[in-house]
Structures are given as C-alpha cells and as structure tokens.
C-alpha cells in the first residue's frame, strides 16, 4: 500500500511540472532584437548592444549578421546604447521592449560631420577567439613612416609582423609565401611564388587585420597566419580627397626633382540608399640617386600607377553585391639598384597586376547568410638587360649588364561560398561551412647569358653558364572546403571546433585540418580575458618550386689557384608522386586586461612547428648533381609578445609592443637556379629573425591645433651569411648580424580650415636621429670590403599636404 502511494505521489509531481512546462511554452515571450548595420546596410558583427534599466544594466554583442536579442525585458523604461571601435556611438534613451528595432553605426571619419558624434571607446572583445592586431584607415594615414604612398611599409608597426628590406611581410617568422593574403576577402597572394604584390592606394584601405594564431578552420593554406585588407565604399554623400599632389627636390648631386606621389580618392552615391561607388587613384614618380656611384652609374627611374574602383548595390533588403577592379603598373628602369649593383648592372623592370571581384551576401529568414563570390588576379613580371656587355661580379660588386631576360605571368581564378546558420542547443551556436575552387597557372621563360665572378686580382674565381629555360606552364587545381562552430556554451565562454579540407591536384593528398580554440572572460565587468587555442594548418603548394626544373639548368666551372678547373652541372628535379603537403601545428595562450586609465595590455606566447617543409635537397652530396625537391624542411617559431594600447578621444592613440623569438629551420637556403650558394643545406636562423624587437607609434594633441605623431622601431639586426669569390658559403646565416636597428619618425600635423574646405598639413624628419641603419652588406670574404655596410638609412625630411573636401 505503501510503495503504491510514493508511486502514485511521484506521477502526480511529474503531470504537475508537465503543465508547468506546457504552461509556460503557451506564455508568449516579448523579444527584442537589435539589428545593427552600417551606412551601406552591412550587417556588423561583435558591436556592443547595453540596455541600461532603473535597476540593472544588460548586455549583449552582435552576431555574424549584426542581430543580437533580449527576451522578456521588464516594461520598465530602457536606455540603449550601441558602439564597435571604429564607429560612432549610436545611443537612444528610450526603447521598445519587444520588436525588432534597426541600428545604423557611421564609420568614423577624418572630419567629424556633427558636432555631437562620439567615439566608441576600445573594449575587450568576448567573441574575439583568433589572435588579431588592427590598423584601421585613419592610423594609417596617421602613422609617419616612410614611403607612405606604400600601405606594406606601415604593415611593420604591427605587433608580429617584420618587414624585409624588399617590403615584404613575414608574419609571426614565417616566410612570406606562408601568409594568406585577402583583399575585400579574396587570395590575392601571387598565385606561383606567394609574395603580396598587389598595391592599394593607403587612403583607399578601411581596415588591416592581422591573424596569426587560433585560426577558424575556414582560413587555411597560410600557415603563418592571415593579412586581410578591406577597402572603402561610398556612402550617401560626395567625398572627394587628395593626397601629396606637390613634388619634392633634393640636393644630393646639385638640384633635382626627387619624387612625386599623388593620390586621390572619390566616392558616393549612385542612387541614394541603394548604390554607392568608391575610386582611389594613386601614383608615383621616385627620381633615385646614390651619391656615391659614378655619374652615368648613380640614377634610377621609377614610376607606378594604381587604381581600385569598387561598387556596391543593394539590390533588395536581402541581397548586396560588391564588386571590385584593381589595376597596378610598374615600371623601374634599374631594379634592384644599389651601391654594390650600378644602374648599367641591373635590369628594366615592368610589372603589371589585375585583381577583379564581384560577391553577392543572400539573407534568408532565421539570420542565416549565404555569401557567392568569384575573383580573377593576374600577376605579369618582364626584366631585360640594359645591354649585352658580359655580367661580372667583383668583390666590390658587379660590373657589366644583367644576365637575365625573363618573363613570367600567374594567374588564379577563385570561387568561394560561405553559408551561415545560428543554432539552440545548450549554448547558442553560429555554424558555418563553405568552400573554395582555385585554379592557379604560371607561365616562365627565361633566357641567360653568362656570369664571371673575379678574385681580388682580377683573375677568373667562377664561371657559370646557363642553358634551357624556354616557355613552360605550370598549372594547379586547389579545392577547399570547412565546418566550423561558435559555441557559446555560457555567457562568458566561447568555444570554436572546427575542421578544414584540402586538396590539390599536385600532392594529390585529402587533408583534414582540425581546430580549436575558445575564449573565457574571468569577471563580468569584461575586463579580463583569457584564450588559447591548438589547430593543423597545410601550406598551398608553392608553384614556383613545381616549375624550377622548366626553368633551365647551369654549368658552373671553379678556377681553384694551382688546381686544374672543376665543372660541375646544376638542375632541378621533383618526383610528384612522393611529395607531401607542409604541416604546421600551431598553439597559443593569450591574455588580455583593461588596466587603469583606460590603458589595454595583451600577453601572449605562440609556438609554431613545422614539419615535410619544402625545399631542395642534394640527396648524393653537393658534388654538382640534381637539386631534388623533398619534404625534409622543419621550422621553429616561438615568441612571447606583449601589447600596450592607450586610446584618446578625436583620434588619438599610442601603443607599443615588444617581441621575444625566434625564427629558425633546419635547412634554411632557399636554392635557385639564380640565387644559387655552393653548400649543402644547414641549420640557422632565417634572413628576417629578430630576437628582440619593440615597436610604438602614436598620435598625440600638441598645442593651437597641431597634432604629434612619432613611431619607433628597434630591433636586433637581421642575420647573414659569408661567402667567398665562387659563390661558396664559408659562415653560415647567425654568425654574422647588420648591426642594431634603430629608427624613430617624429612628424606634426596642422588640421585648418581655408577657401571653404578642410586641410591637412605635416611634415617632419624620418629617422630623426640618424642612426646609421645599412640594408646591403659587403658578405664575399675575399673582399677589401668584407663587412663593409652601405646604404643607409638616413635621416631625411618629408612633408605632406592633404585636401579632405568639405564637411
């Protein structure tokens, strides 16, 4: 009787809550969602959404398509308040408690438009799991370094990133072939030999976001990280802006132009809420002298023409199409011109590039997005001799006219699809999957004439001569495809799975990339944020190194003191059916704190290990056999970095950074049929390792309107190796170092009104210091100048004018 009472008890407790439940499913929820878009109607994710009570105060971000929701709010009367850096503050005071309510944030501007617009102030951001750094447009035009008509150059005061002397990136001590490069979302990384080529005018750039650890699994084939740029777009009102449209002289041999690099932007609608239009025309004109070469030997002409046209049409409250053309030309009559290659010894250089884009962005009901694109860039390369004379090289440099005449051309076609769609399960999560269809070719010719490298006394050292190298194509298929969550498993936890695949028609290998990473917020004032993160990245097959055997071979005869010569033959050679794909296993431990006066530090350590490298390899000793391309490479990347970040208001910032690492491989050249060292592979650092390293740039409020700006870099030098007259290595890359860099750019800037329009005005002193920077190094040992560092960098200085329309 007992047991059918607790039985009978226990049936009733379970229909009681069952009508509870039930009930409250009945009871109709009040939800209001906030949906957040800008000037343009593109949603925008991770803004921060407070609704402030009589009582309390809630909190919500953005999602990928700019909704975030509140549920059953109190009908009591709310404050909303609405910012992400980089926009204005979007604030109400009062707002409906259910319904779905519309939010336009305006992008910040150089000239405010309204005397009552704030600032969002910089918070740490809770849906941030990837490591990223960021320079938006108006840092960049803040920012004084030199060669500011180069948008790659300012890239160096981002905490992670080192620039070579050739301007080229290497993220996180990567090479910079291991870093996907985007622009509007679209690879635009030279599709043979990975360099970032294309060039965008610095006032056309809305943002540089840089992602070097803990990345989505929908961002593969760069190991070493991720460099997006995104562009601008018109708006409602007509913009028009112009940059350094004066030319500058200089004294160095009597008077004489020194450069002129113009840059002009226009923008607006084409029909008022529905279509808008950005262009940014940018030029360049560099008159390079070297004072102390030879006249006739001392000059080099260099001239550049850039322009991205990019268009945006809403066609329905649910559709947006972008599309974009980017158009480069270069032209240098003496490339690589220097105190150790004399204007006769170099080539004329003339390079072109192409980069065309339309996407589309479908939004479905349910907040789930689906994104089509298609791309095409195309990267033309053409260097010939300035004439026949025979090259020579001498330990005090080379003499003569170049000895190759080549042409490349690579291209890539590029399809991508990306879908997303929010889900409810213990947590909220945003799954998104989609895929990528590459197709890459690269067509060489290259025709050679012979090298004489000398001894001392003038008598022959080395003679190499070259055959083949006739038209080649190489071609490439990549197909790409992701899945990828974010799991909010609680309100401060974030949790990112994700899994990758890739596919070439090359390594013909099906590669799975697993991922994850997550993000947890210690204290619910937000202030302090820990994540950390493990993933398998592959790097894209390097076409470069596919077409080296096409590309011709080399004899090479040693004129030894006393001995009879030696001859040996020099090719390149793959086996595709044994090569495999680069993998990079990458993990990381961050930190990130908001400390009094509004000062933001971030600690983090990264280790990157890198196994089945490519490179070429001398698999029966270097006596002149085949190079063959093997997967024996294994980098080493760690570092510890430590941000510091200040930010005022109407624009003004100072941050710094410094960088404990160290970049090394097991096999460190990187052999070619025209960069060629006569020593098997060996061990040390790469030519960008800087073990120690600090950065800080900042604009700063100075007095009757006139702003300060400065940056700062100082580093260890970079490393190199020694060789002596045939080419031969004697010290290996560490031994030797540049010596200690230092710079330190200090410019001041008038903002003034005049004839109706607004102005800008700087000009300061780049390397105020002088300090004594070389970029090229005597390295042959046999050489009176052995050790012998040249072009400097000195200290110069430069102004700029900007025109920035009317309000």
Not at 59 to 69: N, S, W
Not at 208 to 228: I, Y
Not at 242 to 253: E, G, I, L, R, V
Not at 570 to 575: E, G, N
Request: aromatic content about 12%.
């Amino acid at each position: 009787m007992r047991t059918f009472c607790r039985s009978k008890l226990g049936l009733s407790l379970t229909l009681i809550i069952a009508l509870v439940q039930f009930l409250h499913s009945q009871t109709p929820q009040r939800v209001l969602e906030i949906a957040v878009l800008d000037e343009n109607s593109v949603p925008v994710a991770a803004a921060r959404v407070l609704l402030q009570g009589p009582a309390q105060s809630i909190r919500c971000e953005t999602d990928l398509v700019g909704r975030c929701h509140f549920t059953n709010l109190s009908l009591s009367a709310w404050q909303l308040r609405v910012e992400k850096e980089g926009f204005y503050v979007f604030a109400l005071p009062a707002v409906q408690t259910s319904g779905t309510l519309e939010v336009v944030l305006t992008r910040q501007k150089e000239i405010r438009e309204a005397v009552d617009v704030v600032e969002s102030s910089p918070a740490i951001d809770p849906s941030q799991v990837s490591s990223q750094e960021q320079l938006s447009g108006l840092d960049i035009i803040n920012i004084p370094y030199p060669n500011t008509r180069d948008y790659r150059y300012a890239l160096n005061f981002i905490p992670g990133i080192v620039l070579d002397p050739s301007a080229q990136p290497h993220l996180a001590g990567a090479e910079t072939h291991q870093t996907l490069v985007l622009l509007d979302g679209f690879n635009v990384t030279q599709p043979a030999n990975g360099q970032l080529l294309v060039r965008v005018s610095t006032d056309a750039l809305r943002t540089v976001n840089v992602e070097t650890s803990r990345l989505p699994a929908r961002d593969g084939k760069g190991p070493a990280g991720v460099l997006g740029l995104e562009t601008g777009i018109g708006d409602d009102h007509l913009r028009f802006a112009a940059t350094n449209f004066f030319p500058s002289f200089q004294n160095k041999k009597g008077w004489a132009l020194d450069k002129v690099n113009p840059r002009f932007t226009v923008s607006g609608p084409i029909e008022k809420g529905r279509i808008w239009f950005f262009d940014g025309l940018d030029g360049e004109y560099d008159n390079v002298i070297i004072p102390e070469l030879l006249p006739g030997e001392d000059t080099d002409t260099v001239w550049r023409l850039g322009n991205l046209a990019n268009l945006q049409a809403n066609l329905t409250s649910r559709d947006i199409v972008t599309t974009g053309l980017l158009i480069n030309r270069f032209h240098d009559d003496h490339f690589k011109f220097s105190t150790l290659t004399p204007a006769l010894t170099t080539p004329e250089d003339t390079e072109n590039v192409y980069v065309a884009a339309i996407k589309e962005q479908h939004s479905f009901s349910g907040e789930r997005l689906l994104e089509l694109g298609f791309a095409f860039d195309q990267y033309g390369l053409r260097q010939v001799p300035a004439g026949t004379a025979p090259y020579v090289l001498t330990p005090e440099g080379a003499q003569g006219n170049y000895y190759l005449h080549e042409q490349t051309n690579a291209r890539r076609w590029q399809t991508i699809m990306n879908f997303y769609a929010p889900r409810q399960w213990h947590g909220r999560h945003d799954l998104m999957f989609g895929a990528d269809l590459d197709r890459l070719s690269y067509h060489q010719f290259f025709q050679r004439s012979s090298i004489s490298s000398l001894n001392e006394d003038r008598s022959l050292a080395l003679l190499s001569v070259f055959f083949g190298g006739g038209p080649s194509t190489t071609y490439n298929t990549e197909a790409s495809a992701y899945l990828q969550d974010r799991w909010s498993l609680m309100p401060r936890l974030l949790i990112e799975p994700g899994i990758r695949f890739d596919w070439d028609e090359i390594i013909r290998r099906s590669l799975f990339s697993p991922r994850l990473a997550g993000t947890y917020v210690l204290d619910n004032s937000g202030n302090t944020k820990i994540s950390a993160g493990v993933g398998v990245v592959y790097q894209s097959t390097n076409l470069f190194l596919i077409a080296a055997p096409l590309a011709g071979s080399r004899n090479d005869t040693f004129y030894n003191s006393g001995n009879n010569p030696v001859s040996f033959l020099t090719s390149f050679a793959i086996d595709r059916n044994r090569l495999e794909a680069p993998r990079f296993l990458n993990w990381s431990l961050a930190l990130e704190r908001k400390l009094p006066a509004q000062i933001f530090l971030k600690a983090e350590f990264l280790q990157r290990n890198g196994t089945h490298g490519f490179v070429f390899n001398t698999p029966g000793g270097f006596s002149g056999i085949n190079f063959l391309l093997q997967n024996t490479r294994q980098d080493r990347y760690h570092s510890f970095k430590v941000d510091f970040r200040r930010t005022f208001q109407k624009r003004f910032i100072v941050t710094a950074s410094y960088t404990r690492s160290s970049s090394h491989s097991n096999q460190v050249f990187d052999y070619s049929l025209d960069n060629l060292i006569f020593s098997p592979q060996v061990p040390g650092p790469y030519p960008w390792d800087a073990p120690n390293r600090f950065i800080s740039w900042g604009l700063l409020p100075l007095v009757k309107g006139f702003d300060v700006g400065y940056s700062l870099e100082a580093r260890t030098g970079f490393p190199f190796a020694v060789i002596n007259d045939q080419q031969q290595l004697v010290e290996p890359p560490g031994d030797h170092r540049f010596p200690r860099y230092f710079t330190l750019n200090l410019h001041l800037e008038k903002r003034f009104h005049a004839l109706g329009f607004y102005w800008a005005l700087r000009g300061g002193f780049d390397n105020i210091t002088n300090h004594q920077n070389p970029f090229v190094v005597n390295n042959d040992i046999n050489s009176p100048q052995f050790l012998q560092f040249s072009a400097f960098d000195r200290r110069a200085f430069t102004a700029r004018i900007r025109f920035l329309g009317r309000k």
